[in-house]
């Protein structure tokens, strides 16, 4: 806003396709950013350009003129007395209320039921829409890191991207990517392959000498791989592919089996809540267990390394509990074939009870988690030093 308190921003017009939470973080390091004006406008528009819909944005914000004597347009403009800076920081400052990018409503001929979708062409071509996502990550520059980019006065020995692919997944010739000939593995492969591969360029300007277009730098991975995720994510949960790239945990970038929400929050809190001595132990189990190719076996290691840290927590367990009830935790662990593997477990039960047994030890060592931290002293009590 400005200084007078007015919107200086209207953002009716504005439809974001990002994350907003990615949008935000992107743009409060612009806000941050030290250097040039003309470089840091240029960061502006170009991260304008690609978490906002069309150029309306980019427009707006070439059109506040910044006060005489400042960087920036001179022309005329109804954001008089505002600069770049006020603009932009409004828009971040305001962006969980930009709506969301969705399809549009359907049109006079698919209501009328007139589109190729109602005529028998139904089916999504899924690795084609995938292919299509990569490309668009890398017309914007997101595989310049790994691959290089053409410049008519850079050198000509460019990265082979062919091999750059091969070196990860060990089968050659995948680039330029042709979708009718992958089959499931390769396909599989090529999704978690591109997670580590694409980088976003915070900065990019235009090469006009020989119309060489635009070229980009100041890569950083963290961004693009959590709007690759929300992409590729999005258009496997759309045609019911029951993987999803993980976001977090040993298995970050790989595809693992989709859960609900609520499991889905439950590993994010154990993710990040548990103590440092357990976390790789952590980290492990739920790798082993939520793995796209996991195994009854890999599901029962996965328990047993679940089952071990609450063994290690079992004074704790029986100070909350008391004694014997302590043990009925365990009951599950000792009575069925997981560890132990006596002639006196039950052997003879569903799978499905692994995914109970599992999700259940997970859950139990959230609440470990929290006894722990109860049970630590508060930071910064009366009987501590005065930090310096």
């Not at 930009?98 to 209501?111: D, G, K, L």
């Not at 062409?121 to 890398?138: G, K």
């Not at 595989?143 to 082979?160: A, I, K, N, S, T």
């Not at 999700?359 to 060592?365: D, F, G, R």
Request: with cysteine; charged share 30%; net charge negative.
């Amino acid at each position: 806003m400005s200084d007078d308190g007015a919107v200086i921003v209207d953002l009716s017009n504005y439809e974001l396709v990002w994350p907003t939470s990615l949008f935000v973080s992107e743009g409060e390091r612009i806000l941050r950013t030290k250097g040039s004006r003309s470089s840091w406008e240029e960061r502006v528009e170009w991260l304008l350009t690609e978490a906002l819909v069309g150029s309306t944005a980019v427009a707006d914000f070439q059109e506040v003129e910044t006060p005489h004597g400042g960087w920036g347009s001179t022309r005329e403009s109804r954001y008089r007395g505002d600069t770049r800076e006020d603009w932009f920081e409004e828009l971040i400052s305001r962006a969980s209320e930009i709506r969301p990018a969705v399809a549009p409503r359907p049109y006079w001929p698919q209501c009328q039921g007139l589109s190729l979708s109602a005529k028998g062409s139904t089916a999504r071509d899924v690795r084609r829409e995938f292919s299509l996502i990569v490309s668009d990550f890398a017309d914007n520059g997101y595989l310049v890191e790994q691959f290089g980019e053409d410049c008519v006065d850079g050198p000509e020995d460019l990265p082979d991207a062919s091999a750059v692919i091969a070196r990860r997944l060990g089968i050659p010739g995948l680039w330029p990517l042709t979708p009718t000939v992958w089959d499931e593995d390769i396909f599989y492969g090529l999704i978690e392959v591109f997670h580590d591969l694409v980088s976003r360029p915070r900065l990019r300007r235009f090469h006009s000498y020989g119309a060489c277009g635009w070229h980009h730098s100041e890569f950083h991975n963290g961004p693009a791989r959590i709007l690759y995720r929300t992409k590729v994510n999005e258009l496997l949960r759309e045609v019911g592919i029951e993987y999803e790239l993980a976001a977090e945990g040993e298995d970050l970038g790989r595809l693992v089996t989709v859960t609900d929400d609520a499991r889905h929050q439950l590993v994010h809190r154990v993710l990040n809540d548990s103590p440092p001595t357990v976390t790789a132990r952590v980290r492990h189990a739920i790798a082993l267990f939520r793995a796209r190719d996991a195994s009854l076996e890999s599901k029962r290691s996965a328990i047993v390394a679940a089952v071990g840290i609450l063994e290690e927590r079992r004074s704790l367990i029986r100070e909350e509990l008391g004694k014997p009830n302590d043990g009925d935790l365990f009951k599950i662990a000792n009575g069925f074939d997981l560890r132990h593997r006596r002639a006196d477990q039950l052997a003879d039960y569903n799978d499905a009870f692994l995914d109970w047994i599992f999700w259940w030890y997970l859950a139990t060592i959230e609440l470990t988690n929290k006894l722990i931290e109860a049970a630590e002293p508060p930071r910064g009590g009366s009987g501590s030093e005065p930090p310096f």
